[in-house]
């Protein structure tokens, strides 16, 4: 089984900060190339946020470019997305993805497997 599993969302007020986790196995992570978050909110379509590879190449989008980084940590199997500076919004159920080379990393269609999700709720 592939199991992705992120944690670290919550409520946080707008200009507030929270680091997402996505955990997986070893083997996921050895396996799939390119790790990505995606966020989803109500109403609104599954849209990309960031892309790691495993070359360490990364990008994310341009609406959180300069308050968003992703990064991942091979030796604990995991993939993390510090938000900072976050605003409404934000405000949506987060996603991690993992999937092969090959396909456009920004569409939520090129990915293999995901995780559950976790939710980023932002007060103002």
């Known amino acids: 089984q592939v199991q992705l599993e992120e944690s670290g969302g919550g409520l946080v007020q707008a200009g507030g900060s929270l680091r997402l986790s996505c955990a997986g196995y070893?083997?996921?992570?050895?396996?799939?190339?390119?790790m990505a978050w995606f966020r989803q909110a109500v109403g609104k379509e599954r849209e990309f946020v960031a892309v790691s590879r495993s070359g360490g190449s990364t990008d994310v989008a341009d609406s959180v470019k300069g308050r968003f980084t992703i990064s991942r940590d091979n030796a604990k199997n995991t993939v993390y997305l510090q938000m900072n500076n976050l605003n409404a919004e934000d405000a949506a159920t987060y996603y991690c993805?993992?999937?092969?080379?090959?396909?456009?990393?920004?569409?939520?269609?090129?990915?293999?497997?995901w995780g559950q999700g976790t939710q980023v709720t932002v007060s103002s």
């Open positions: 993805a993992v999937g092969y080379s090959g396909g456009s990393y920004h569409n939520w269609r090129s990915y293999s497997f």
């Open positions: 070893r083997r996921t992570f050895s396996t799939y190339s390119i």
